[in-house]
């Protein structure tokens, strides 16, 4: 069965830290993987990765795939309290736009 | 560029009751995606259309939630009738759906259903 798997599932950190959020995956014909950031609406989309070892990067926001061992990390540097949300990792499997995704990890930023 | 569309955004019904949401896609994607997203859980896929025709429909409860898309543009998810579990965002979203192209999907506002 596909499934997607997020760690941690929440996290509090304070202003500056750097974070790094986990996504693993078992997906039958992979084809992308999608991290979402969700606040009090709908999830907003922050990286699409395809390839491995290629980084993605939006200011303060860097994400990586390793197709190998089936896993992206999301990582936040210099985190501020509008960081905080749930982050969203989907996974989609070719040929059926389908899209799977984790739990979410809920991240709080103090000031 | 329009987003997704979605209405109500807001619903409060008694269970037993019916309601339908509405969503209306970007213009020109082909697939066209219900989620149920349960508060402090992931989205979870309800159904899966592309263009009219449904790709994915295997997580939706079918004696008491129905979905259509009949002219391949805007869709309805109906829920009849609702149950406190029920209680969810429902989220609309849309993709290209190009066999070539790994594209996004883009999510709607969200319709926050509450069943008391």
């Known amino acids: 069965e596909d499934k997607v798997v997020q760690s941690p599932l929440s996290l509090v950190v304070h202003e500056g830290d750097t974070v790094t959020l986990n996504c693993s995956y078992e997906v039958t014909n992979f084809r992308s993987l999608l991290w979402y950031k969700q606040e009090k609406k709908a999830p907003t989309f922050l990286f699409m990765l395809?390839?491995?070892?290629i980084e993605k990067k939006s200011g303060r926001l860097s994400s990586i795939l390793d197709k190998k061992e089936l896993f992206s990390i999301l990582n936040i540097t210099a985190t501020q309290t509008g960081d905080s949300a749930v982050y969203l990792c989907a996974v989609e499997a070719a040929g059926t736009y389908k899209y799977i995704f984790g739990t979410g990890t809920r991240l709080k930023v103090l000031a | 560029e329009a987003g997704v569309a979605q209405s109500p955004r807001y619903k409060i019904i008694e269970k037993r009751q019916s309601v339908a949401f509405w969503c209306n896609p970007i213009s020109g994607h082909a697939t066209l995606y219900w989620y149920q997203q349960i508060l402090g859980q992931g989205p979870k896929l309800l159904i899966q259309f592309q263009n009219n025709g449904v790709v994915d429909d295997s997580q939706l409860p079918k004696d008491r939630f129905s979905a259509e898309r009949l002219k391949g543009v805007d869709s309805t998810l109906k829920i009849q009738p609702a149950k406190l579990e029920d209680s969810a965002v429902y989220l609309c979203?849309?993709?290209?759906?190009?066999?070539?192209?790994?594209?996004?999907?883009?999510f709607g506002p969200g319709t926050r259903l509450t069943v008391l």
């Open positions: 979203a849309s993709s290209l759906g190009d066999w070539i192209i790994t594209d996004t999907q883009y």
């Open positions: 395809t390839s491995s070892g």
